[in-house]
């Protein structure tokens, strides 16, 4: 499908990765629905992107809530055909702190969060996309999650994140493979450092020391840069059950 075509949900929409993907979207004429939490930035994001964006509150672990405010998005924008996944936590910590073993519900959060949280927007997405009448090749509808390279390289003080993000490239696969008699197409992208709201304030040593660790191009990813990544898969229909990885060539060291 193109882009203009396109009728998403994006989660974690109202900041960082998730905006930049709406953002990109709408101007190239397809319509968003912001999923997130704080409703401050999600009404913000909503004008600043204009007519085509709606903020709906959601928290992507409540089963109940992501499906009705897919179904609102569904009935505001007039079809669903891809959601994007961006919502995600750090969850940052050692397992064994200064302070002791890290606090189960640390793990357990995170994962409800960054896994759980995709898993149940996606499979409440494909549940209405399977009903959508079908195009080329049959496609009805799109997924794209979001981990990280610390799914495949996770540095210590990250099990509990990499964990997160290591089960939504494992799930991607079979979850291509199911949908595939639906139409509906699933990938992941897998971003590595990036320029987003949590690394502003940052002190500029620490700043440069992450620049440097990137072999080329020696800087943080840009969130447009992820938005082109997430809208060729959109419409590139042969991408489908992978995970793509964007991330200037980094591989993580242990710390």
Request: hydrophobic letters at 45%.
């Given at each position: 499908m193109?882009?203009?075509q396109i009728k998403a949900i994006v989660t974690g929409g109202a900041s960082g990765l998730?905006?930049?993907?709406?953002?990109?979207?709408?101007?190239?004429?397809?319509?968003v629905a912001l999923f997130d939490v704080?409703?401050?930035?999600?009404?913000a994001a909503a004008t600043e992107i204009g007519a085509a964006a709606r903020y709906y509150r959601t928290d992507v672990t409540s089963e109940d809530g992501v499906v009705a405010n897919l179904a609102a998005a569904r009935e505001a924008m007039g079809g669903l055909n891809a959601a994007i996944n961006c919502a995600g936590i750090l969850g940052a910590g050692r397992v064994l702190g200064k302070d002791g073993a890290m606090p189960l519900k640390t793990f357990a959060t995170t994962v409800m969060v960054n896994l759980v949280g995709s898993f149940n927007v996606a499979k409440g997405a494909a549940a209405l996309m399977q009903n959508n009448a079908p195009g080329?090749?049959?496609?009805?509808?799109?997924?794209?999650?979001?981990?990280?390279?610390?799914?495949?390289?996770?540095?210590?003080?990250?099990a509990a994140y990499s964990a997160s993000k290591g089960g939504v490239v494992a799930m991607t696969l079979p979850m291509a493979r199911?949908?595939?008699?639906?139409?509906?197409?699933?990938?992941?992208?897998?971003?590595?450092?990036?320029?987003?709201?949590?690394?502003?304030?940052?002190?500029?040593?620490?700043?440069?020391?992450?620049?440097?660790?990137v072999p080329y191009p020696s800087r943080l990813g840009k969130p447009e840069e992820f938005a082109q990544t997430v809208a060729f898969i959109l419409v590139n229909r042969y991408l489908n059950g992978?995970?793509?990885r964007i991330d200037g060539a980094i591989r993580l060291q242990p710390k």
């Amino acid at each position: 499908m193109e882009l203009n075509q396109i009728k998403a949900i994006v989660t974690g929409g109202a900041s960082g990765l998730g905006f930049a993907v709406a953002k990109h979207l709408v101007a190239a004429g397809a319509k968003v629905a912001l999923f997130d939490v704080n409703d401050e930035k999600g009404a913000a994001a909503a004008t600043e992107i204009g007519a085509a964006a709606r903020y709906y509150r959601t928290d992507v672990t409540s089963e109940d809530g992501v499906v009705a405010n897919l179904a609102a998005a569904r009935e505001a924008m007039g079809g669903l055909n891809a959601a994007i996944n961006c919502a995600g936590i750090l969850g940052a910590g050692r397992v064994l702190g200064k302070d002791g073993a890290m606090p189960l519900k640390t793990f357990a959060t995170t994962v409800m969060v960054n896994l759980v949280g995709s898993f149940n927007v996606a499979k409440g997405a494909a549940a209405l996309m399977q009903n959508n009448a079908p195009g080329e090749d049959g496609e009805r509808g799109v997924i794209v999650n979001t981990a990280s390279v610390a799914a495949f390289e996770g540095q210590i003080g990250q099990a509990a994140y990499s964990a997160s993000k290591g089960g939504v490239v494992a799930m991607t696969l079979p979850m291509a493979r199911e949908f595939a008699r639906i139409g509906v197409r699933v990938m992941t992208v897998a971003p590595g450092v990036f320029h987003t709201p949590m690394v502003d304030g940052m002190p500029e040593a620490v700043y440069q020391s992450l620049c440097a660790q990137v072999p080329y191009p020696s800087r943080l990813g840009k969130p447009e840069e992820f938005a082109q990544t997430v809208a060729f898969i959109l419409v590139n229909r042969y991408l489908n059950g992978s995970t793509i990885r964007i991330d200037g060539a980094i591989r993580l060291q242990p710390k």
